[in-house]
T-cell receptor
Framework: GAVVSQHPSWVICKSGTSVKIECRSLDFQATTMFWYRQFPKQSLMLMATSNEGSKATYEQGVEKDKFLINHASLTLSTLTVTSAHPEDSSFYIC??????????????FGPGTRLTVL | SQKIEQNSEALNIQEGKTATLTCNYTNYSPAYLQWYRQDPGRGPVFLLLIRENEKEKRKERLKVTFDTTLKQSLFHITASQPADSATYLCALEDSSASKIIFGSGTRLSIRP
């Protein structure tokens, strides 16, 4: 149980285009999903916290108009990188919390999406 | 300022030995701390969670300790195997904001 999927697993796009990444909790409901970005040999940096039915909370320095997050249901959150540029190339990872597991619950991570902007 | 530090960027040890990884934090008061494993090109996988009132937690060959006075957690892998080679991340929850913050990770290599 507690599986999180991401789609696509990798994407290559031209500079200036927009890319949408989906994050799904497959066998549990997630009121909260998190989006992280990871550059090579670096740790995960939290970009935003996504709550179902409300606006995402962005970390300092993350442009909300560039990284659009939608959490329309308890099993789906999407991250859209708008007008992507080469510096947006990174590994994007989502995670979800299982709302049924109580206070001390771990996050379940998706497999990540490798974005390359040419 | 708040920091989570994993002192060793990389650690190389001989197969069969015990690997010990360190995680230190400052200006946090976490209710619990977690350890994850991450393989290249993959998302992190949860390993263990230890609560502030627990000194030690074990799972098979893994052991985690949590010293809230020292603000430190140690992660041990006993009888290490080459398959244990990966990056290990500690993480704690910023209770004021309900979000998990990760350390920089330690890349562990177990040589046969």
């Amino acid at each position: 149980g507690a599986v999180v999927s991401q789609h696509p697993s990798w994407v290559i796009c031209k500079s200036g285009t927009s890319v949408k990444i989906e994050c799904r909790s497959l066998d549990f409901q997630a009121t909260t999903m998190f989006w992280y970005r990871q550059f090579p040999k670096q740790s995960l940096m939290l970009m935003a916290t996504s709550n179902e039915g409300s606006k995402a909370t962005y970390e300092q320095g993350v442009e909300k108009d560039k990284f659009l997050i939608n959490h329309a249901s308890l099993t789906l959150s999407t991250l859209t990188v708008t007008s992507a540029h080469p510096e947006d190339s990174s590994f994007y990872i989502c995670s979800a919390r299982d709302m049924g597991r109580g206070v001390y619950n771990e996050q379940f991570f998706g497999p990540g999406t490798r974005l390359t902007v040419l | 300022s708040q920091k989570i530090e994993q002192n060793s960027e990389a650690l190389n040890i001989q197969e069969g030995k015990t690997a010990t990884l360190t995680c230190n934090y400052t200006n946090y008061s976490p209710a619990y701390l977690q350890w994850y494993r991450q393989d290249p090109g993959r998302g992190p996988v949860f390993l263990l969670l230890i609560r502030e009132n627990e000194k030690e937690k074990r799972k098979e060959r893994l052991k985690v300790t949590f010293d809230t006075t020292l603000k430190q957690s140690l992660f041990h892998i006993t009888a290490s195997q080459p398959a244990d080679s990966a990056t290990y991340l500690c993480a704690l929850e910023d209770s004021s904001a309900s979000k998990i913050i990760f350390g920089s990770g330690t890349r562990l290599s177990i040589r046969p």
